[in-house]
């Protein structure tokens, strides 16, 4: 994941733009609707990215436990269950997202570079330290994105502000 470019074109760009919540009380409701769902969306494709990435560690992460415990059985045959995240429901920012993620070969192409750069696609077949790196190139990377995300989210919640205040100011008082 590369960092947002100043003048760059994606739309990660634009929304973390240190010009994109100047002047907020001039701007039109359109216009702030359509920049909160810029980033809005670029938040859901931040959190798939991020949850790709995760995947990818807590298989990393099995493979090293099955080592140390010594376990015959294949990362393969714990696939499933490494996978379910039981503590999805205690993490995370507590959102709701309600888009879908965008630009999905975008994203995986993000993730498999990662993944190439640290030739994760067979753990089994890393040495312990190829392994230990591994999983720890892969937590800078997911560290990079949600860093990214709680900036993207903050966004998001100052054109939210500013849309509930003019929401709120247009409503007769009760």
């Known amino acids: 994941m590369t960092a947002p470019m100043p003048g760059g074109r994606r739309r990660i760009d634009r929304v973390l733009a240190d010009d994109f919540l100047t002047d907020l009380e001039a701007a039109d409701l359109e216009l ?3 920049k909160r769902a810029d980033a809005e969306q670029e938040e859901v494709d931040l959190s798939y990215v991020r949850r790709l990435i995760q995947g990818r560690i807590d298989i990393a992460e099995a493979e090293q436990a099955r080592r140390a415990g010594g376990s015959a059985g294949s990362i393969i045959d714990q696939l499933a269950s490494i996978l379910a995240d039981p503590g999805a429901s205690t993490t995370g920012s507590g959102r709701h997202l309600s888009a879908q993620p965008s ?3 975008e994203h995986r ?3 498999e570079r990662v993944v190439s750069d640290v030739r994760l696609s ?3 077949a890393l040495s ?3 392994l230990a ?3 720890d190139v892969l937590k800078r990377h997911e560290e990079q994105v949600s860093k990214l995300r709680r900036r993207v989210q903050g966004v998001v919640d100052a054109l939210a502000a500013e849309i509930g205040r003019r929401v709120a100011a ?3 008082s009760q």
């Open 32 to 34: 702030l609707s359509a």
């Open 170 to 172: 247009a409503s007769p």
């Open 109 to 111: 192409r993000v993730v």
């Open 133 to 135: 790196s591994a999983i």
């Open 122 to 124: 067979d753990v089994g």
């Open 128 to 130: 312990d330290e190829q």
């Open 103 to 105: 630009r999905l070969d």
